[in-house]
């Protein structure tokens, strides 16, 4: 199969003298303005099996316009196929949620267990009550204050939406995101889309378009590359079908945030340690291991002179070459100068969770690619995204956690 590929640089943006994303936000008419994309009218250059479609709108503006562009790939999604594109949180891989064909397609393309529900993406409230059989008061509450944005509520599903969405479950999990691309494709395929995050099932969730491509290119139609997303981890989900709010999912959007709107938030109690056969997670995804790199991750916790230490003792352990390329270290600007050996990626700097959040995935990949065996990363708990990161980091290393 060829996957085509759609283009949107903030470049582009500029060129038709749009400020930034924001903007075409604000102005609700995204496709119009966005910079286009050319298709048959444009450049196509087919690598393996992308076809890239070359934006000419620098060159008098032959092509695709924007419009025609996400009018296309909504097309695509309403008939059944499969659209990869870019939230404010990762990478989703879309797909008509209404259509059970088009889940089972999602879950083979990401080889993704067909017991671990997928989330529909809507664009406007209106939309809710078709799908979901119930709005609790908080819901309103939490759209209010966070919809379009990176969380998730789960509701009791209507009819409307099959099982093969929901995983067998009578709860469908729901969210409007805001980047401006997920928006005017899910108003363009005129269906609620359901879009896991698009890699293969396992992998580190993908935060730009070439990780997409690496996952998941020749088993889709297409990719919109909209650059690297904002936040970079996954969506919070909160379950608003029992007593009381339960987050199954940390996120962005934290329990304090939440509990601000809504009074008493609970959380699942599956999130405070590894899998435990009497604890089940309430969203069966966060069963699996997940957002792992090939190599063994541990987490190293501690002062980050105790820190560089450690890690510094287990090179010492190697031989040069090996502990050369066979060991990858994920650090930040603080303590990054202090390992002259091994693979070094940064993540940013300890005083800034946002730059971490948004660069962790991305590393984990790039740990793939150095191909090490072993790796060790930082701990993050500080911050108002550390328990997020916290989540993703304690699956990818299996819990394996080394305090010093
Ligand atoms: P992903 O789309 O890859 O970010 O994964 C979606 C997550 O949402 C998984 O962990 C699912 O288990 C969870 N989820 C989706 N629908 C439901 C639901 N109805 N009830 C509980 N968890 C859900
Ligand atoms: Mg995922």
Redesign the pocket.
Known sequence: MITKLYKITDELCEESNLAGKEKLEADNQPSKELAAIGSSAGKEKLVGNILRCETTLQNGGAGLSCDDMLAEAGRIIRDGGLVAFPTETVY?LGGNALDETAAARIYAAKGRPSD????AHIASMEELPRIVKYIPESAYKIAEKYWPGPI?M?FEKSDIVPYGT??G?D???VRMPSHPIAKALIKAAGVPVA???ANVSGRP?PTKAAHVIEDLSGKIDAIIDGGQVDIGL??T?I?LTGEYPTI??PGYVSREMLEELVGRVDMDPALDGPPDNNIRP?????MYRHYAPKGELTIVEGSNDNVVAYINGRLELLEDNEAETKVGIITTIENAPYFSKGKVVCVGTREDDDTVARQIYGALRQMDEYNVEVIYVESFREGPLGEAIMNRLNKAAGYRVVRV
Request: charged share 15%; hydrophobic share 40%.
């Open positions: 989703g671990n529900p997928l989330i998730t789960i929901t995983g479950l709860t469908v999990a879009a896991p995050s969730s996954e969506s989900i379950d199954l999912r309430k969203a069966p995804g966060m």
